[in-house]
């Protein structure tokens, strides 16, 4: 494992314990060797863990596209930023690069960036760990959501335990660390004539 993408908001939250895990994150990741990818401004979480990241010598590489690079405010720090020209190559990158996803607390954009991280995971795109930093609680709505999903027939059990998630960076690091893929089923079944 060389590299993690974090998805994570480009505001930092009402919460200083969003901006406390940012940093805690960064800081792990740096102590271990792995590299950071994200989104690539400097504005709320973003800037916070990739600030985190090199203030402990660690390295990070940035993808945005060129619609948002004056709007989240490019990282003037990090030497690798790949600019690209949409979201969806955004992601590509993001994900080609990355040997396993966190998703911490953000917006509409980390929630879609989280999910089609997952659904990748469900089809067989990726065997990689997808991971909810769950800082103070902050995606328990999203993960009863999934739970009731579950329950009411639209996802696999064995689908919804591709949700991992943990409250702290260090948990979340351990997560990733004994990862191993699931053994997934088929993700719709067979049509019956």
């Known amino acids: 494992m060389k590299r993690i993408c974090v998805f994570c908001g480009s505001r930092r939250g009402e919460r200083p314990a969003f901006a406390d895990s940012a940093r805690e994150l960064g800081q792990a990741l740096a102590a271990r060797d792995l590299e950071l990818v994200f989104g690539g401004g400097h504005v709320g979480l973003m800037g916070v863990i990739a600030d985190a990241v090199l203030d402990a010598g660690g390295r990070a590489i940035g993808v945005i596209p060129h619609a948002l690079v004056e709007r989240e405010l490019m990282h003037p720090r990090v030497p690798d930023i790949r600019i690209v020209d949409s979201m969806h190559e955004r992601k590509a990158l993001m994900a080609e690069l990355s040997d396993a996803f966190i998703a911490m607390p953000g917006g509409l954009g980390t929630l879609e960036e989280f999910?089609?991280?997952?659904?990748?995971?469900?089809?067989?795109?990726?065997a990689k760990p997808v991971v909810l930093l769950n800082v103070g609680n902050y995606f328990d709505g999203l993960l009863s959501?999934?739970?009731?999903a579950a329950h009411e027939g639209f996802i696999r059990a064995e689908h919804e335990s591709l949700i991992l998630s943990a409250p702290s960076a260090t948990e979340v690091m351990r997560q990733i660390e004994s990862f191993s893929p699931p053994n997934t089923r088929r993700w719709t079944p067979r049509p019956t004539i």
């Open 115 to 126: 999910f089609e991280a997952l659904t990748w995971s469900q089809l067989g795109i990726h």
């Open 145 to 148: 959501f999934v739970g009731k």
